[in-house]
Nanobody, 115 residues
Framework: QVQLVESGGGLVQAGGSLRLSCAASGLTFSSYYMGWFRQAPGKEREFVAAIRWSSGRTYYADSVKGRFTISRDNGKGTLYLQMSSLKPEDTAVYFC????????WGQGTQVTVSS
């Protein structure tokens, strides 16, 4: 059974940084792209970043390019999102999933950026 557990969110001032983690189990990681997605209040869930697990190749939404870095730890089966130069518009619940996403979602982790 696939399980996705996100952590690392919190409240941070604009310009600050956070690192999110995603512990994923029940997946054969090398077969997938893994991604981060976010959903702000009243908005659709949107793509943030993805990484091809086997090669490490990365992809980013234009809105976060140059500020966010996605990475993974093969040994730990953990996905990360390093977020820097955070803006109030980055405020959202952040989720990890395969990319494209499966129907199984974790609980997400709340990121709130104050101005």
């Amino acid at each position: 059974q696939v399980q996705l557990v996100e952590s690392g969110g919190g409240l941070v001032q604009a310009g600050g940084s956070l690192r999110l983690s995603c512990a994923a189990s029940g997946l054969t990681f090398s077969s997938y792209y893994m991604g981060w997605f976010r959903q702000a209040p009243g908005k659709e869930r949107e793509f943030v970043a993805a990484i091809r697990w086997s090669s490490g190749r990365t992809y980013y939404a234009d809105s976060v390019k140059g500020r966010f870095t996605i990475s993974r730890d093969n040994g730990k089966g953990t996905l990360y999102l390093q977020m820097s130069s955070l803006k109030p518009e980055d405020t959202a619940v952040y989720f990890c999933n395969t990319d494209p996403p499966s129907r199984i979602w974790g609980q997400g982790t709340q990121v709130t950026v104050s101005s």
